[in-house]
């Protein structure tokens, strides 16, 4: 079974109700971050669930409302000793 845990879908600016674009999908033993907007880690966090647990990152292009959470979550789980293989796949 297939889950997908919206955690932003806002355009460049964030509203009140809604954060930079991101999202988790969980399928079998993975759970892929599509995309990493600012504030996706409070999101996550928001939604119950753990950014340690992320396999793999997608990042569908590379303007700033996309892939500006990245070094915070990277920074994240350094800190928390995240030992997995972590595979990241961006465009060219």
């Given at each position: 079974m297939m889950e997908i845990t919206l955690l932003g879908t806002s355009s460049m600016v964030p509203t009140i109700e809604k954060n930079h674009s991101a999202?988790?999908?969980k399928y079998k033993?993975?759970?892929i971050l599509m995309d990493c907007g600012e504030g996706t880690q409070r999101q996550l966090?928001?939604?119950?669930?753990?950014a340690m647990k992320i396999?793999?990152?997608?990042?569908?292009?590379?303007?700033?409302d996309h892939t500006l959470g990245?070094?915070?979550?990277?920074?994240?789980l350094a800190?928390?000793?995240y030992t997995q293989s972590l595979e990241v796949y961006v465009p060219k």
């Open positions: 999202a988790l999908l033993e993975e759970n966090r928001k939604a119950g669930l753990s396999t793999k990152i997608l990042i569908t292009h590379w303007h700033g990245l070094p915070g979550l990277f920074m994240t800190s928390q000793n």
